[in-house]
Each structure stands twice: as C-alpha cells, then as structure tokens.
C-alpha cells in the first residue's frame, strides 16, 4: 500500500468512530515512517497516541545475549545503514561514524555488506567482532559471526540478502576482564538513593595513593629522519634508557594508545606540542591514570611537560631531559611557577589521603590564590615540620586542612587521613568474607575510624590463605603482615583463651598481632569480640614533615 491508501484506512477508521491500530515491524521510532503519517493526522485534527515496541537490532542484541554498553568498553549505541536507494547525509557517513568506535547497528545494509566493511575499517580496527542476525526472532532466524576482516565472505557464502541487521563493536566480545568491566550500580563501593557503599571512598584510596608500579612502559614518539635522530639521542638520558623508540606512523598503525595507554609511566614526543595533544586527546582520562607526557621541539630548544606535571612526575622527568639536551623546560603548573610546594605530592609522599578529590582541588586553588593556608592536625600524629605556607591551627573548624585518622566531616576544610592503622583480626576458619567485611565496618564505625587510615591487616601465620582476610586486604589495599604462635604468645599483658590456643597455638591473636605489627607504636583499641571473629588496633608511629 502507499502512503495515501495507508491513511484513508486511518482517518475513515476514525471517522466511523473505530479503534485504529497501524501495526508496524519493531519500533515505530526506528525506521518506521511515522513521521509522514503523524503529520497527515496532526493536520486533520485526529489524536493518536504512538505505542513502542522491539526494534531489530535491540532484539538481535538479545537473542545474542549481548549488553551494547558496557563500562570500560563503550558507552555509546549508534543505530545508522548505508546510502543506498535512500541516500544518508555525508556528516553520517560510516566512515565517520567508524571513527568513534561505538556499538553500532545497521539496518536496510546486508545487500552492500563488502562497502560496509570498506567504510567502517577507517575507524575499527580489522579483528572488530561483527555479527549478522537475519529474521530475528523468526523460527528460520540464522546468526553469522565474524569479524570486520571476514564477514563480507561469511554473509556471501551464508546467501543472506535481505532481513538482517548488522551489529559491530567491542560489546560483541562480551566481558572479558570482570574487574575491569563491572558497573557502579552494583558495586559495593558505589553509593546512591537506595543503598550506602562499604567503602564509598575506595576509588580515591586507589586513583590516589596506589602507586604506578604496572606503569612502566615509556615510549619516545617520532616523526620523520631528523626526528629519529633526536629521538635516539634522548633515549641516551638515564631516566629513558628503557623506553622503546616508535615512529608516529607505527604508533597510529599498531594502536598503541589504544592498547597500552593505561600501562605507559611516560610518552615522549618529538615534534610540535600541537600534534602531542591531538594525537594523546582520545585517551584522557585523569590526572590520577594519565602518564606522563613530554613534547621536544626538533631543534631541542624547548622540553614541555604537556600531562601529569605532578602525580605522574612529568615535570621532574621534563626538567631532566632539559638538562640533559641543556635545553630550556617549559613548566605550567602555577605552584611549581610560584614556588609552592604542591599539595598532592605532599600528600602522597606522607602517605595521607585525601577524603574528597574535590576538595583536594578546592584546596590547591586557595593554596595558590592565598599563599598559605591552615592545617589541623590530631594529637596522635608528629609534627616534624611543615612545607611553607602551612600554618598551624588548634580549632578543627578555622582549618583549611584536617589531618587525623578518626571519622570527620568539614564544611570548610578538606579532611585528609593517614595511613597509619595496624588492624589485628582473629576469626573462625572458613567465615565469609562479607560477613568478616562487615563486622569490619561495625568494629570501624563504632569506634569512629576512618577504613582508609588501615594501612596493615595483621594475623597469625595459620590464617595467612584465609579467604575472608585476604578479601580484607583487598578491599582496603592493605598489606598483610602474619606472626607466629611463639611470637605473639611473646607479647606481655595479652589476656587470651586455651580454646583459642587449642585451635591456632596462640592463646590470643587480634590483640598480640597488631602490637607486634605496629613495632612499638600506641596501642588504641582493645579486642573486641564478635561472634565469629575479633578485631583490635594499633597505630604506626607517624610523623609527618616538609618532603615531597
């Protein structure tokens, strides 16, 4: 039927005071040509009201039992097909859609499947999985697998023609790394209006203060002869001896970023500043994951710190190169310009986190507008001495900074914990680790301790490969340090029980444990016992100073 048949049977429908329903395949938003039918209605005054249903390519995504978006993969769907009879607008072309290298869909596109394989390697790398699900949810359905480089053969060879609908992308690969691919909404670390995190700061515990240890990839990036030549000669430097020497064009063809960006410590460029940014931009993430990055100019007059000044040592390791080409380091950062000492890196060299990413950001702002600013600090905690500009403050709510290993909230200052705490844990073999966890934050917050100060998790010998403590570990990236039955039976005053003796060798555990591993530091916390574990704590001697 055309167009004008279709709404003769509409509008006489409801002229005769009828119910009318225009059944359309899959989603009336998809494909559909609604548009032209709602405009004829709209003009003819006729209400209607548009019912969704099951477009095809979200159905093929499920009868691939396939998610299109997942964390760390892509985030993004995008629904096209090629011109073909109906031509699609040049800035939707597939070659530009390849560039972002989403989950992608294409319908009305099986019968020019070798020019849609053409157009998308401009963006997708040729091993891109691809499926081809043809009469979806049909009792005749057939689903193609392959990839970008093999497809087109496998559809020939198939016979497909018609009814199918194309979907490409990383998402086809499934989940292949669970740690790396698990979304928020489900992670006990995450926070929102139906449930509170265990551990709702963790991922400052570890964009913060883990050290970039599987970082130690470096690479110097060059452009043309001349840019060999220089790029060699850097490669002299001490700090670059290790770093492997690749030309720009090898870089783009064997994507490097896109395989290696989050295990690089440091990328240095040989040429413009202008072609570094371009070249790094896709892959930003923070100032917390980002290697360092350098750019020289190929007269070696100038050496710019481009990313991670700071936390990634790019202004250390661009004033090194300059020194060793006697070459002039272009530095950025205002602190480093005004001669302050920069927060995060004083920070982290004292091994204090901050509570608040945020507020780390606010602080330094005020840091570099004022000057100074005045820091709180627990009585538990030694001074030895301050970096300049840090004012000593006795009232908690004038300070601009707050240093203590106990729970607290500011309003005007960024609170900021040690990590200082020797936690002793004793428990049943076998106990769950989600339970032994809970009972963690039970003992935490009763006693108004902040889980980022625990920096040891502390047991005997015998406990070392039990699940639940290893589990502890992890979740707070704490180290575990065990003892043996004749140590901890050593430690004088240690009230303790013949039942637990009998079961481990030592008559107590939590308590004797986190005294030895705080190596004659205070005692805060006593055993306290749960019905399947018990917990204790002790500090480390901790003095703070003006090193960064």
Known sequence: ????????????????????????????????????????????????????????????????????????????????????????????????????????????????????????LSGYPSDTPVAVVEKVGWPSERIIRGTLSDIAQKVYEAGIKKTAVI???????????FELHKSKLYSKYFSHGFRKALFEKREIL?????????KEEKIIVYLGESGENI???VKSCPLLRDADIISFSD?????????????????????????????????????????????????????VCILSGHLGGGNKICKKIADFLDANPVITTQSDLSNLP??????????????????????????????????????????????????ITYKKEQAD???????????????????????????????????????????????????????????????????????LCKELLAELYTFKANELESVPGILGSDLVKGAVGAKAVSEPASILCANGGKFLIKKEKYPDCTFALSMLRFTINDNY
């Open 342 to 391: 920069p927060i995060d890196l004083w920070l982290r060299a004292q091994n204090l986190i901050p509570m608040s990413l945020r507020g780390l950001k606010n602080l330094q702002a005020k840091f570099r507008n004022r000057n100074q600013i005045k820091i709180f600090v627990h009585e538990l905690i030694n001074i030895k001495s301050l970096p300049e500009g840090f004012e």
């Open 401 to 471: 900074l707050i240093i203590t290993p106990y729970l607290c909230k500011s309003e005007k200052g960024l609170v900021v914990t040690p990590r200082c705490m020797c936690l002793g844990v004793g428990c049943h073999k076998d106990i769950k680790p989600s339970l032994l966890l809970k009972r963690l934050f039970d003992f935490l917050n009763k006693n108004k301790i902040e889980p980022f100060s625990i920096e040891r998790i502390c047991t005997i010998d015998k406990k070392a490969n039990e699940p639940a403590i290893k589990t």
């Open 231 to 233: 790029a060699k000669k």
């Open 206 to 214: 570890e964009k913060f203060f883990t050290k970039r240890t599987d």
């Open 167 to 177: 979907i490409v992308g990383d998402a086809l690969k499934g989940v292949t790394d």
């Open 1 to 120: 039927m055309i167009l004008e048949e279709v709404m003769d049977i509409l509008i006489n429908g409801y002229k005769e005071g009828k119910k009318v329903i225009r059944l359309h395949t899959g989603d009336p938003a998809i494909y559909s040509s609604i548009s032209e039918q709602i405009a004829i209605l709209n003009k003819k005054d006729i209400p209607y009201k548009v019912i969704p249903g099951v477009t095809a390519g979200l159905a093929a995504a499920s009868t691939l039992a396939t998610e299109l978006t997942i964390p760390n993969v892509t985030q993004t769907v995008i629904i096209s097909r090629i011109g073909g009879r109906t031509p699609v607008p040049q800035k939707e072309s597939l070659k530009k859609l390849s560039q972002i290298q989403a989950s992608l869909i294409l319908y009305l596109s099986i019968s020019y499947i070798e020019k849609v394989v053409e157009e998308l």
């Open 251 to 303: 870089l783009k063809k064997r994507k490097i970023f896109e395989e290696k960006w989050n295990t690089l410590s440091t990328v240095v460029f040989i040429g413009a500043v202008a072609i570094s940014v371009r070249t790094i931009a896709p892959f930003l993430k923070n100032k917390y994951e980002d290697p360092a990055v350098i750019s020289i100019d190929e007269s070696c007059k100038n050496v």
